[in-house]
């Protein structure tokens, strides 16, 4: 029996991860060419980097998190052995990020909005200090996410500017990303 020519599942998810690598390697470097201060710019990052970190929770069946206050968006991921949300700090894609101190972000869970607060308060002499707070977008594995819409807006822009942008993630993890006219 002659043997069948083709591509084995294996092989078809190391493209794909490849593919993701080398679409994360060109986001980081748009990141030192374009200007970083605008609201369009900063929406559309987020969005392809809430959709890469559900694609990898997808490919490699590890939950992921995104984690945003008022000064920086940071990406986690769930430990299963010490069953505990640890940062990716690693050089890749998902390093945490500062939010530019020209815009705000305001942030919507199940049609309730979350405080963006810096929850940094004093506490001291619990190993609980080093932990991270737990994500409040989360990219599981299955697939699913959890739905959120995240508004980018610029602090200083000229009215008729459009400077308010929304990005909308769904259960399925689709990305949308909407300016809204001033």
């Known amino acids: 029996m002659p043997r069948m020519r083709g591509f084995t599942l294996l092989e078809i998810l190391i493209v794909v991860v490849l593919i993701a690598i080398l679409t994360a390697a060109a986001i980081n470097t748009i990141n030192f060419v374009v200007d970083d201060a605008d609201a369009e710019t900063e929406a559309r990052r987020v969005a392809a980097l809430a959709g890469l970190a559900a694609e990898e929770a997808l490919l490699t069946g590890r939950e992921y998190g995104m984690r945003i206050d008022d000064e920086s968006l940071q990406f986690l991921i769930f430990d299963d052995v010490t069953r505990q949300w640890q940062p990716l700090t690693e050089d890749n894609i998902f390093h945490p990020r500062p939010v530019p101190e020209s815009l705000d972000f ?9 405080t963006l607060g810096d929850d940094s308060e004093e506490e001291t002499g619990t190993d609980e200090d080093d932990l991270p707070e737990p994500p409040q977008v989360m990219f599981l594995s299955s697939g699913q996410i959890t739905p959120f819409t995240l508004t980018v807006s610029e602090r200083d822009a000229e009215p008729e500017e459009n400077s308010t942008w929304t990005i909308e993630g769904d259960l399925l993890g689709r990305m949308e990303v909407e300016g809204e006219a001033q």
């Open 106 to 114: 305001d942030l919507v869970l199940e049609g309730q909005a979350i």
